[in-house]
């Protein structure tokens, strides 16, 4: 459960590995997080997108039947769907936390952030783009460069909130009628004026540049599965 004042994203995008790129505290402070899902079926498929911003407002939720032709074309385009929304709705200089379950889409979004950033516009490693999805991969990487920062975590499918909107569309056409909204989280500087996560039942470490247990502890936690510990590794 996300903590008062947070987005349930954000939880989930602070407890995640984001591939090929470190996680230190300050990237936990975005600005909105959206989480994807594609479906395949051969009956039909869907797609699914939820965005919050950083304090937990929620600013969108899709929907939609689909017929992908495979699984991994169903991922690509369902990022491309809620990077499109998202894009209508967030400005340019927003700080953006993706998070999807699948493993090579992640790694892939990440690889070409840091591809951005190189002298020469040079990857730190190949993409592994399937062909079929290279018309929104294109479309991905063109949203990708119209944030002011973007960085994508790896999520399990069961903890994904956009899982069930891609499975059963038809069940969750409903979020497709919700008011349109463009809303910005609250600043982080009126936050500490104000005194918020000092009263009673905040979080002191909410702002803290230090990374959340998880991170503080992995080390020692993986020394000490070995003796019967247990831990879920962090990248």
């Known amino acids: 459960m996300a903590a008062h004042g947070r987005s349930a994203l954000r939880d989930l995008f602070d407890e995640s590995p984001t591939p ?20 395949f079926r051969e009956s039909g498929g869907g797609l699914g997108a939820v965005i919050e911003t950083r304090d937990g407002t929620r600013v969108a939720r899709i929907a939609t039947a689909d017929t992908p032709p495979d699984n991994n074309v169903a991922e690509y385009r369902a990022l491309h769907l809620g990077l499109d929304v998202l894009a209508a709705r967030a400005p340019r200089d927003a700080r953006v936390g993706v998070l999807v379950d699948h493993d090579a889409l992640a790694s892939n979004v990440n690889t070409a952030i840091l591809a951005t950033n190189h002298p020469d516009g040079k990857p730190p490693q190949p993409l592994s783009v399937p062909a079929a999805t290279r018309y929104h991969w294109r479309g991905i990487e063109a949203r990708l460069s119209g944030f002011d920062e973007v960085r994508a975590a790896r999520i399990d499918s069961d ?15 409903h979020v497709n009628q919700e008011p349109d909204r463009c809303v910005l989280p609250e600043p982080l500087e009126s936050r500490t004026a104000s005194g918020a996560g000092t009263g009673p039942g905040a979080n002191p470490n909410e702002d803290a540049e230090f990374p959340p247990p998880s991170r503080a502890d992995r080390h020692s936690t993986s020394t000490s599965a070995g003796a019967g510990g247990s831990g879920r590794a962090s990248d």
């Open 20 to 39: 090929h790129i470190a996680h230190p505290p300050r990237t936990h402070h975005r600005d909105f997080y959206v989480a994807t899902d594609g479906s």
């Open 159 to 173: 903890q994904n909130p956009a899982h069930p909107l891609a499975n059963t569309p038809d069940r969750y056409r």
